[in-house]
Structure formats: C-alpha cells, structure tokens
C-alpha cells in the first residue's frame, strides 16, 4: 500500500512538464561511495579538508592533494550506479525534460545514463591546471599512481594539474550555476535526493525554484535543513524510495 505522500509526489512528478532533481552526497551512498568525510579514514585519518581540498592546501604540498584525490578516483573504478540513479534515467522516459543538478564529483548520473547532468562542484575525473585552469583533453586519460600533479602541457603553461573540482573557498562554475538557477526556476517539481542543505549555494536553489512554483519534494532517509521548506518528503534511502515513485508514476491512470 502506497503512503498518500507516494501517491502525491507520483501524480505531482507525471503532471510536470519540466523536472529538476537536485542531488549530493547521499544519492552516491549505495554505491558505496564515502562522503568526503567518512573517506578520511586509514591513511587519511591524520589529515583534514582544509590539507586536502583547499587552493591553499594545494599550494602547501600539491603531492598530498594529489594523492588524496587519486586514491578516490581509484575508488570509482571499483562501485556502479545504484538502483536510485538508474530510476532517475527512468524519468527521462516519463516526463519531457528533465534536468539533474547535482554536487556530486563522481560521474554516477553519467554512467547510469542521465542525459543532461550540471555538475556543480566539478568532476574528480577531469582536471585543470592550477595557474590557468587549462582543461585537459578528457580524451587523454591520466593514469593512477603518480606521486605528484603532473604539469600543464598546454604551449607553455606547465603549471600544476589538479582535479576539476571545487574545494572549500573557491566559487563554483559561473556556467553550471547559471543553468541550475535557470532549470530550477523553469521547473514544475523539484525532487531534491540525499543532500544535507547546508552548502551553499546549491542548498538556495531549490527554493528559488519554489518562489517561482515549483513543488518541491525532498528523498532522504533523515530530515535535513531543507525538509521544512519542501512540500512532500518522502523519508528513505533513494536507492528504495526512487525506484517505488517510478513505479508509482506509471501505475497513475491516464
Ligand atoms: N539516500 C538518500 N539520501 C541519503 C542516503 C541515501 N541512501 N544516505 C544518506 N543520505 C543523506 C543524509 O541524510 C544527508 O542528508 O544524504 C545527505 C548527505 O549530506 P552531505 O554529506 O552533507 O552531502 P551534500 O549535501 O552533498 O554536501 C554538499 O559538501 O562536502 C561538501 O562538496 C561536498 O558536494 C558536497 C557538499
């Protein structure tokens, strides 16, 4: 028996001619991908954001941040999409545009198969120089293991690479957040999955999308700072609650 939320949040979802989902950290979970804290364990335990995923940090010894940074994109290698990332794919199927916005640097929406994914805090799977953020040709793959950036082979920049994602203090990409105010205030409904709400200035654009209609509902096993200001919070891990809306979506009548 489905909850009236379900039900709501399905008929809600099926009506809606644009659809944003915002996600973070907790659509990766059952993936198996730690949070950028709980991955400060083992050889990591000594060290903390700011060494890690800073400019500053960067500066002061660019083989640790690489190092760190390497030893996560070993970690994707080893996890897959989860069932909540393949029922967002599954949306694409249901509703005429639908746009993911997510914090997440680790490319599972891309690999389940999202069309159109804006990438707020970047990606750990493409990098840019320090000095100049020149990109690197994602064509040409740095291999894992080296002990620290390798340079810029851009004419003859040879500044350091890092990767092309963004640390505490820096601003996030103009283009990406521009697209995602856009989306969110076009928006009929905006499902908001696994993100705690306090980073800003993701955690605002939900309700730029509320003051201009949108309805906003929330998946997240626990209430976050956002739960209060969403009209539907459907309580769990996405990885069961995504899946179920899908389905019930399709079993709406016509
Ligand atoms: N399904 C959905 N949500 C989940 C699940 C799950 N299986 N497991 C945990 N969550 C929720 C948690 O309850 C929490 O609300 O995911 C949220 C994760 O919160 P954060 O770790 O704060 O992640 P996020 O909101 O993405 O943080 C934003 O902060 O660390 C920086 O740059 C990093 O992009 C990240 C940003």
């Known amino acids: 028996m489905l909850s009236t939320s379900m039900v709501d949040a399905a008929a809600r979802i099926k009506n809606a001619g644009r659809l944003v989902v915002l996600t973070g950290a907790g ?3 059952e993936s198996g991908i730690p949070t950028f804290r709980d991955a400060l364990t083992g050889l990591w335990a000594n060290y903390n954001p700011e060494e890690l995923a800073t400019p500053e940090g960067f500066l002061r010894n660019p083989p640790l941040v690489w190092q760190w940074y390497d030893w996560r994109r070993q970690q994707l290698q080893e996890v897959q999409p989860n069932k909540g990332h393949y029922a967002i794919v599954e949306l694409e199927g249901l509703i005429d545009h639908v746009a993911v916005i997510t914090q997440n640097v680790d490319g599972l929406h891309q690999r389940a198969g999202s069309k159109d994914v804006v990438e707020l805090h970047g990606s750990i799977e493409r990098f840019s120089c320090f000095d100049h953020r020149h990109l690197k040709d994602p064509m040409q793959k740095i ?5 620290e950036p390798p340079l810029c082979s851009y004419d003859n920049c040879r500044s350091k690479m890092r990767p092309d994602v963004i640390w505490f203090g ?18 009929d409904v905006i499902l908001v999955v696994g993100t705690s709400g306090i980073v800003q200035p993701a955690a605002s654009l939900p309700f730029a999308g509320k003051r201009r209609g ?12 956002l739960t209060d200001g969403c009209d539907l919070f459907l309580k769990g891990p996405g990885g069961e609650v995504l899946p179920a809306l899908i389905e019930a979506v399709k079993n709406l009548e016509p």
């Open 27 to 29: 659509a990766s979970k």
């Open 143 to 147: 291999e894992f293991g080296l002990t």
């Open 170 to 187: 820096e601003a996030l990409p103009e283009e990406a957040l521009s697209r995602g105010f856009v989306e969110c205030e076009k928006a």
């Open 214 to 225: 949108a309805f906003l509902i929330e998946v997240n096993p626990e209430e976050t700072a």
